[in-house]
Nanobody
């Protein structure tokens, strides 16, 4: 059974920090590109950050570059999102995503989401 379980969300003041974690089970984590997405009320889900299976490449949305850092620990089947200098515009539900694409298959898994609220 595939599971992605996010944790670490909460309420933080502007300028503060949070670290999100996503622990995976039920598939070979080290073979998957891992990403964080977010969705604010009334908005479409957007890609925040992604990291390839071997951590060789990371990508970030322009809005979070220099503030957020994605990392992974394949031994722990966990991907992280360190969020610094948080702004009210970062308020959203954050989702963990795992994807593996080959010529024969596309596997795409999602977590249940964790709420991040940035407010004074």
């Amino acid at each position: 059974q595939v599971q992605l379980v996010e944790s670490g969300g909460g309420l933080v003041q502007p300028g503060g920090s949070l670290r999100l974690s996503c622990t995976a089970s039920g598939f070979t984590f080290s073979q998957y590109t891992m990403s964080w997405y977010r969705q604010a009320p009334g908005e479409e889900r957007e890609l925040v950050a992604a990291i390839t299976s071997g951590s060789r490449r990371t990508d970030y949305a322009d809005s979070v570059k220099g503030r957020f850092t994605i990392s992974r620990d394949n031994a722990k089947n966990t991907v992280y999102l360190q969020m610094n200098s948080l702004e009210p515009a970062d308020t959203a539900v954050y989702y963990c995503n795992a994807v593996k694409i080959t010529p024969l298959i596309r596997n795409d898994y999602w977590g249940q989401g964790t709420q991040v609220t940035v407010s004074s």
